[in-house]
């Protein structure tokens, strides 16, 4: 294979290289404003808390997720800088890769203008040609010099060429130290900044857990509420079930008799026709000894499965498909939050040895937030709870989303709803911190499922 051949390889490899570093560090890149739009968000709902609750829950919650996202975007910026890193190290080996192919192109141009130097004056390339042996010999010889001075003119422009890209490597390169040097003093800043952070979680889980007894009594009270309302949220749903399975058994009766109905008008009619052809033609002896027609029996159309499922409507079935295909794509409830309390059995965050069994999550959210429908679907429940303000049901096939901690509630029972819509204002308690949080639940039939498996990352 040719040195040239070599060379253009390399440079297509190097190509397809920066094409990869260029998609990983736009990912980079977009990871890393996620997580400051995150940390901008916590930042905004510390400052929303008040000053005298330096060691409540809520706060704690909070500098706990401004921990986690700082982490992520410590590790970001690692990533960051070992792909600067790859980088240069490519850049440098290219670069060494063409100061290679400069020296080598620059030794052969030289010998071509030494060689050119012997043939320089008309008088030495006349001597060349004239001293050919046959006609075809000298036209040979003409074309060799033609090239060759042709070649020449190539080699100039190609060391030139080669000139410039190392000249853009070694740009390429400065501009990528520079990156490296600012990702690694951002790292740096960050890290002190979560070392503080961490200064701050510590000293606010000390005063917490200095408040055992009031810490309890708060969680039973909180317990019981949220009891209260899973159980009003459980009824509902059965309620609904059941009113919908008799909606529809009775549909299905009511079409079942139309049809026995029709089947036994189809019969009598039948039979009289059949009587009617018996006394026309018993005079005749060969269609007295001709086997008579058996009579069809209607056919009677045996009821839908009384599973709820398999009671659905076309329409509810095709929504309860799509819900169920955007598994883990499904916008959040909020424009902005993170999920304070996690699905199924969680430690509490400050007693020790107690857990608490959440049937769906607690998202908080920036003060005057709204809650949002994830997915297209007809709101089928409105109610309340004492202690836990309003909750809306919305209804997608055969699954359902729950949203409690509600005050103001912008859609009615029977709305039909779009992906993102808002439906309802979310409480703000004043008396907790400001906190503002939203209560999700997610149900298929009367199956609770995880939400956060739901939720897009």
Not at 222 to 242: C, G, S, T, V
Request: glycine share 4%; aromatic share 6%.
């Amino acid at each position: 294979m040719s040195t040239r051949r070599i060379f253009v390889i390399v440079l297509l490899f190097s190509g397809l290289f920066c094409t990869a570093f260029s998609q990983t560090v736009k990912d980079l890149e977009m990871q890393k404003a996620r997580l400051l739009e995150e940390l901008s968000m916590t930042s905004k709902l510390l400052t929303d808390t008040k000053k005298s609750a330096a060691n409540s829950e809520t706060k704690l919650s909070i500098i706990r997720q401004t921990i986690v996202s700082r982490k992520s975007l410590i590790n970001n910026l690692s990533l960051q800088i070992n792909v600067l890193d790859q980088n240069m190290d490519t850049l440098q080996s290219e670069k060494t890769r063409l100061t290679q192919r400069l020296n080598q192109l620059k030794a052969d141009y030289a010998r071509l203008l030494q060689e050119a130097q012997i043939r320089k004056n008309s008088y030495s390339q006349l001597l060349f040609l004239f001293s050919s042996e046959s006609i075809g010999q000298a036209y040979r010889r003409l074309r060799y010099l033609q090239e060759s001075s042709d070649y020449r003119k190539k080699q100039a422009l190609e060391i030139q060429t080669v000139q410039r890209k190392i000249v853009n490597q070694q740009a390429a390169l400065a501009s990528t130290l520079q990156t490296k040097e600012v990702t690694l003093a951002q790292k740096e800043q960050e890290n002190k900044q979560l070392q503080q952070e961490q200064s701050k979680e510590s000293q606010s889980l000390n005063i917490l857990k200095s408040k055992k007894k009031e810490l309890q009594t708060q969680l039973n009270k909180q317990q019981k509420i949220a009891n209260d309302l899973n159980r009003r949220i459980e009824q509902a749903i059965l309620e609904e079930m059941r009113r919908e399975e008799a909606r529809r058994r009775a549909e299905q009766a009511k079409e079942a008799a139309a049809a026995k109905k029709a089947a036994d008008r189809a019969a009598r009619l039948a039979a009289h026709k059949e009587k009617e052809g018996k006394q026309t033609h018993s005079s005749k002896k060969e269609e007295e000894t001709s086997p008579a027609t058996p009579t069809a029996k209607p056919t009677v159309v045996a009821p839908p499965t009384s599973a709820y499922v398999d009671m659905m409507t076309k329409e509810e079935t095709l929504t309860s498909g799509n819900f169920a295909a955007n598994k883990g794509h499904l916008p959040w409830p909020v424009e902005k939050g993170f999920i304070r309390g996690h699905f199924g059995v969680q430690p509490h965050p400050v007693l020790k040895l107690v857990t608490i069994n959440n049937k769906g999550i607690y998202i908080q959210a920036p003060r005057n937030s709204d809650a949002r429908a994830i997915f297209e679907g007809v709101v089928t429940q409105k109610f309340s709870v004492p202690g836990s303000n309003s909750a809306i049901m919305i209804r997608h096939g055969n699954y359902r989303t729950v949203y409690a901690n509600l005050t103001t509630i912008y859609v009615k029972v029977g709305d039909h709803v779009s992906a993102r819509q808002k439906i309802g204002k979310i409480f703000v308690d004043d008396e907790n911190d400001g906190k503002t949080e939203l209560y999700m639940m997610i149900w298929l039939d009367k199956t609770l499922l995880n939400p956060e498996q739901w939720l897009s990352k």
